[in-house]
């Protein structure tokens, strides 16, 4: 059965911190990691992860993965109080009709504080 | 473009009374889920359909049916609610075109079983 951990499970930090959220997985056939965010609705898409030591960016938003290890972790600098979310890790199998289909961590609550 | 809809938006029910979610998507996606997010739990898969025709048990598909009435509509029914389904599910959607797939969310749709 394909397992999803994130930690911390919540976060508290003041604006101007630098915060580092993990996620660690075990799937079969690993074919892609994705984090989003998730404020009052629905959670919305941040990044892609396929390939090991490829680090993605978006701004104050990066994240990394480690296929070997079988985690990653997303960092947020100079967090700001627009940061305050749940922080979503999924892992995506491959083949069959498993494609496309996502095992998703319980998330990190994250709260910034001014 | 919508994106994914989801209807209705909120929902009370009492135990033993049923009730169809409604989902539609308009970006011609071949793959369609649905999740329930629980506090603490992140979202779990109930039922995923990869193409139109074919429906899948995900982790949690104990009282709950679905259909996949086309292309752009997955509908998620509950036959007798119990207060445990007391939730907010998702809707969500990804094309096999796509490489990862990243899914798509709907705005959730709240639900109380009383």
């Known amino acids: 059965e394909d397992k999803v951990v994130q930690s911390p499970l919540s976060l508290v930090v003041h604006e101007g911190d630098t915060v580092t959220l993990n996620c660690s997985y075990e799937v079969t056939n690993f074919r892609s990691l994705l984090w989003y965010k998730q404020e009052k609705k629905a959670p919305t898409f941040l990044f892609m992860l396929t390939s090991s030591g490829i680090e993605k960016k978006s701004g104050r938003l990066s994240s990394i993965l480690d296929k070997k290890e079988l985690f990653s972790i997303l960092n947020i600098t100079a967090t700001q109080t627009g940061d305050s979310a749940i922080y979503l890790c999924a892992v995506g199998g491959a083949g069959g009709t498993s494609y496309g289909k996502l095992t998703f961590g319980q998330g990190t609550i994250l709260t910034v504080h001014p | ?114």
């Open chain 2, 1 to 114: 473009n919508a994106g994914v809809t989801q209807t209705p938006k909120f929902q009370v029910l009492k135990t033993g009374q049923s009730m169809t979610l409604q989902c539609a998507q308009d970006m011609n996606h071949n793959s369609m889920y649905w999740y329930r997010q629980d506090p603490g739990m992140g979202l779990r898969l109930i039922y995923y359909s990869a193409s139109e025709g074919t429906t899948d048990k995900g982790e949690v598909p104990n009282g709950y049916n679905v259909s996949r009435l086309n292309k752009r509509e997955f509908s998620l029914r509950l036959e007798s609610a119990a207060p445990s389904q007391t939730s907010v599910y998702f809707c969500a959607s990804s094309d096999w075109g796509d490489y990862p797939p990243a899914q798509y969310f709907g705005p959730g749709t709240r639900l109380t079983v009383l």
